[in-house]
């Protein structure tokens, strides 16, 4: 099992939405790298559900239920989607701020590559988010 972490802006599309919808896919990545994530992700793979723009904060967990396929929002082959899942809202969010200071999730690729929207997260990185929301 892999472990990766998402971004999105709640007021566009957030964990309430997902929640409602029960089941959607991921749509919209449009670069590579983000993309290259997109297609390495397996059914099962578990995802950190972080809100950018102002709240800045992880706040759920969702899985992976359907591989890559074409972004059917688009007529570009490049771009790919996969469907997720939720699974649970973490009992306390955790902030940027919070993991900024965390001395074991310094090499995050959150706080190294802050831009991308799809990314790896190592499963000791994935427990100590999980520990940080019980507390």
Do not use: C
């Not at 007021?11 to 983000?34: C, F, H, I, P, S």
């Not at 992700?41 to 950018?52: A, C, I, N, P, R």
Request: avoid cysteine.
């Amino acid at each position: 099992m892999n472990y990766w972490l998402v971004k999105t802006e709640p007021e566009t599309y957030g964990w309430d939405d997902l929640n409602k919808l029960g089941q959607d896919m991921w749509d919209g990545v449009r670069n590579y790298q983000a993309r290259n994530h997109l297609n390495e992700m397996k059914q099962g793979d578990l995802v950190l559900f972080y809100h950018s723009g102002k709240a800045r904060e992880v706040v759920g967990i969702a899985e992976v239920v359907r591989e890559s396929y074409p972004d059917p929002t688009t007529d570009d082959n490049r771009w790919v989607v996969v469907d997720i899942i939720p699974k649970e809202a973490l009992k306390k969010s955790v902030p940027l701020k919070l993991i900024k200071e965390t001395d074991m999730l310094q090499n995050m690729k959150l706080i190294k590559q802050s831009r991308l929207s799809v990314m790896p997260v190592e499963k000791e990185e994935f427990d100590k988010i999980l520990e940080l929301s019980t507390h």
